[in-house]
């Protein structure tokens, strides 16, 4: 037998008003659909676990609310991962922008069967390799000014040289600019990366 989480109820108390019937509805529909569910709280949002995994969550924003299939992936596919709101269904401001309840009550079952079968908890993302960062000319200068600098430059990954590529071309201001790209410098030609400061935290 499923469970309530007295904390979810007050998640939905607190939620503005054109959230709620929103919330709710998902909520029962869970429930109807999951019977077994345990409800509970996870990073700050009401969530719903099935076999303790994870089935699905749901959470309440100022201007809209989201859903979320935590298998979303496989049973959406590719397509609803890459929504521009947290959960594959957009933002929600109305019960009326989710699915239907029989194509929802449909996604949770295929989720549960995932479940059920072991699937692992997130499908496997294939990242694409981001090209090679374009090293601005100042930068390139400053490097062929500073052998030690230039040579840990050389010796970082693509990823820690974009980093510094990143950070400098970032600044909105010349004298920004300036700043960072002789801290760059400085810190490179002691062999650090850019964020080295939080390396050991």
């Known amino acids: 037998m499923g469970t309530r989480d007295p904390r979810v109820d007050a998640y939905i108390g607190r939620a503005a008003d054109f959230a709620r019937p929103i919330l709710e509805h998902l909520r029962e529909l869970v429930h109807r659909t999951c019977p077994d569910c345990q409800e509970a709280i996870k990073w700050g949002m009401p969530s719903f676990l099935y076999r303790d995994k994870i089935l699905c969550s749901m959470a309440a924003f100022k201007q809209h609310a989201s859903f979320g299939l935590w298998q979303g992936r496989q049973v ?23 699915p239907s309840t029989r194509a929802l009550a449909g996604h949770l079952k295929q989720a549960m069967t ?88």
């Open 76 to 98: 959406l596919g590719e397509a609803a991962a890459a929504g521009a709101a947290m959960g594959q269904f957009g933002r929600l401001t109305r019960v009326a922008d989710l």
């Open 114 to 201: 995932l479940i059920d079968e072991g699937a692992p908890r997130r499908a496997a993302v294939r990242k694409v390799p981001r090209p090679e960062a374009e090293l601005p000319e100042d930068l390139a200068q400053a490097l062929a000014g500073n052998a030690a600098a230039r040579a840990s430059f050389e010796a970082f990954p693509p990823s820690a040289r974009r980093e510094y590529v990143d950070w400098i071309i970032e600044a909105k201001r010349d004298d920004t600019r300036r700043r960072r790209l002789a801290q760059a410098v400085e810190w490179l030609a002691q062999g650090k990366r850019r964020n080295w400061k939080y390396e050991n935290c």
